[in-house]
């Protein structure tokens, strides 16, 4: 990739991954890319910087537009790896540039390179800086989705340059959304912001909400957003607006998810007629088996639908593994405003679906009950029971999806 003007002397001077398939501990089977941001101005002043291992593409990129030694500021909105250990690549060839962050970015800095002879200045919210014809307003969103994250606002040039929030890990040779979706669908990029959503900023929705409506406050005229991962939003900013404040608050599909894993299958057996008794109750439904799943996508579908049942036979009086760590992992991210239930088989004593239950609770999670449990393999009148059981919840789902409506 060569750098890309995305506004009059702004530039795009990431890097594309087209071949990472982990990260944050979840499957990326789009690639992702590092956005930087060059602004060509009479203080030259760079974005960001890229994953360390692209440090020598995102130098090429910006040497292609100017010489990266007359770089004047240095803006780190967040210190992930991700996005800012190439920071000492570049210092090498502007030490004595300005470098702006938020006091907890200095303090994170701090641990990852000898800062003593940089040149450090700590901003924060309502904090500018003149660049010459653009100014750049700092506005802080600490938690989304790390202490030190910030946005940096271009105000002439009605770009926002939003960090880790509104992007999405995608590898595309589309820099803008307009673009890209002339070549995809609209809902490939669509559920790539939910997958990054749910497994990154799931926690945040208060917080996401709170700085929202304090962009609104500032009366910030805002026509692209540009993240640090992914496709910049062009044609459509208020798109993914509306999109967070959706999943802000919770909003889900009126489905329901049924996240699973089996010994001996008979757990996975007991899936169909649930399945089955869902569907017939007028509900869509989806079956994911997690060790044939990757985490990151059960955990997406898990978010967008009202309703979880999650299936596990009974191994050592516990959860089997994966689902104990489908479990886990979920109450990491404190969802909300979703219903579940439990089922599964057990040999000679149970356990499973009594922890599943524990785990709801300990989530604050509505839930329906009691659960099903099938002992040894499931016969004619289990299957019986798991169609009534699937019928039962679907009809919990749609009681309780009407007061979100």
Same mark, same amino acid.
């Given at each position: 990739?060569?750098?890309? %003007?995305?506004?009059?002397? @702004?530039?795009?001077?990431?890097?594309?991954?087209?071949?990472?398939?982990?990260?944050?501990?979840? /499957?990326?089977?789009? &690639?992702?890319?590092?956005?930087?941001?060059?602004?060509?101005?009479?203080?030259?002043?760079?974005?960001?910087?890229?994953?360390? !291992?692209?440090?020598?593409?995102?130098?090429?990129?910006?040497?292609?537009?100017?010489?990266?030694?007359?770089? /004047?500021?240095?803006?780190?909105?967040?210190?992930?790896?991700?996005?800012?250990?190439?920071?000492?690549?570049?210092?090498?060839?502007?030490? !004595?540039?300005?470098?702006? @962050?938020?006091?907890?970015?200095?303090?994170?800095?701090?641990?990852? $390179?000898?800062?003593?002879?940089?040149?450090?200045?700590? /901003?924060?919210?309502?904090?500018?800086?003149?660049? &010459?014809?653009?100014?750049?307003?700092?506005?802080?969103?600490?938690?989304?989705?790390?202490?030190?994250?910030?946005?940096?606002?271009?105000?002439?040039?009605?770009?926002?340059?939003?960090?880790?929030?509104?992007?999405?890990?995608?590898?595309?040779?589309?820099? $803008?959304?307009?673009?890209?979706?002339?070549?995809?669908?609209?809902?490939?990029?669509?559920?790539?912001?939910?997958?990054?959503?749910?497994?990154?900023?799931?926690?945040?929705?208060?917080?996401?909400?709170?700085?929202?409506?304090?962009?609104?406050?500032? *009366?910030?005229?805002?026509?692209?957003?540009?993240?640090?991962? &992914?496709?910049?939003?062009?044609?459509?900013?208020?798109?993914?607006?509306?999109?967070?404040?959706?999943?802000?608050?919770?909003?889900?599909?009126?489905?329901?998810?049924?996240?699973?894993?089996?010994?001996?299958?008979?757990?996975?057996?007991?899936?169909?007629?649930?399945?089955?008794?869902?569907?017939?109750? *007028?509900?869509?439904?989806?079956?994911?088996?997690?060790?044939?799943?990757?985490?990151?996508?059960? @955990?997406?579908?898990?978010?967008?639908?009202?309703?979880?049942?999650? *299936?596990?036979?009974?191994?050592?009086?516990?959860?089997?593994?994966? /689902? =104990? %760590? $489908?479990?886990?992992?979920?109450?990491?991210?404190?969802?909300?405003?979703?219903?579940?239930?439990?089922?599964?088989?057990?040999?000679?004593?149970?356990? =499973?679906?009594?922890?599943?239950?524990?785990?709801?609770?300990?989530?604050?999670?509505?839930?329906?009950?009691?659960?099903?449990?099938?002992?040894?393999?499931?016969?004619?009148?289990?299957?019986?029971?798991?169609?009534?059981? &699937?019928?039962?919840?679907?009809?919990?789902?749609?009681?309780?999806?009407?007061?979100?409506?």
């Amino acid at each position: 990739m060569k750098a890309v %003007e995305i506004k009059p002397d @702004i530039y795009w001077t990431g890097a594309v991954d087209w071949a990472v398939r982990d990260f944050h501990g979840y /499957v990326t089977p789009r &690639g992702t890319t590092y956005n930087n941001y060059l602004i060509k101005d009479d203080k030259i002043t760079l974005i960001d910087t890229v994953k360390h !291992d692209f440090s020598s593409i995102t130098i090429d990129n910006i040497k292609s537009v100017v010489d990266p030694s007359k770089i /004047v500021n240095i803006v780190i909105n967040h210190i992930e790896p991700d996005h800012a250990s190439s920071l000492g690549e570049i210092m090498k060839l502007v030490p !004595d540039a300005d470098i702006y @962050i938020t006091g907890k970015g200095k303090i994170g800095l701090d641990r990852h $390179f000898d800062t003593s002879k940089w040149k450090m200045n700590i /901003v924060k919210s309502g904090d500018t800086i003149n660049t &010459g014809k653009y100014n750049l307003l700092f506005l802080e969103t600490p938690m989304l989705h790390w202490p030190d994250s910030m946005m940096t606002y271009v105000k002439e040039a009605k770009l926002l340059i939003s960090q880790d929030a509104f992007g999405q890990h995608i590898a595309s040779s589309s820099r $803008f959304d307009d673009d890209f979706t002339s070549c995809a669908s609209a809902s490939e990029l669509e559920d790539a912001v939910v997958e990054y959503y749910a497994n990154i900023l799931m926690p945040f929705g208060a917080l996401i909400k709170s700085k929202i409506a304090e962009i609104e406050k500032l *009366g910030l005229d805002i026509d692209m957003i540009a993240p640090d991962h &992914g496709i910049i939003w062009r044609r459509e900013p208020q798109k993914v607006l509306k999109m967070y404040l959706d999943m802000a608050e919770g909003k889900a599909d009126p489905n329901i998810v049924i996240i699973y894993d089996t010994m001996w299958h008979s757990t996975g057996k007991m899936t169909l007629p649930i399945s089955q008794g869902i569907q017939d109750e *007028g509900i869509d439904c989806k079956v994911i088996k997690l060790r044939a799943t990757p985490m990151s996508i059960a @955990i997406k579908e898990f978010w967008k639908s009202r309703g979880a049942l999650i *299936g596990s036979p009974t191994l050592n009086n516990l959860l089997y593994p994966s /689902v =104990a %760590e $489908f479990l886990t992992h979920l109450r990491g991210l404190r969802p909300k405003n979703r219903i579940t239930g439990a089922f599964g088989s057990y040999g000679w004593g149970g356990g =499973a679906v009594k922890n599943a239950y524990e785990e709801f609770k300990s989530m604050k999670l509505e839930t329906v009950e009691p659960g099903l449990q099938v002992h040894y393999k499931p016969d004619l009148n289990d299957e019986t029971k798991c169609y009534e059981f &699937g019928r039962n919840f679907a009809k919990k789902v749609k009681e309780y999806h009407q007061q979100f409506e």
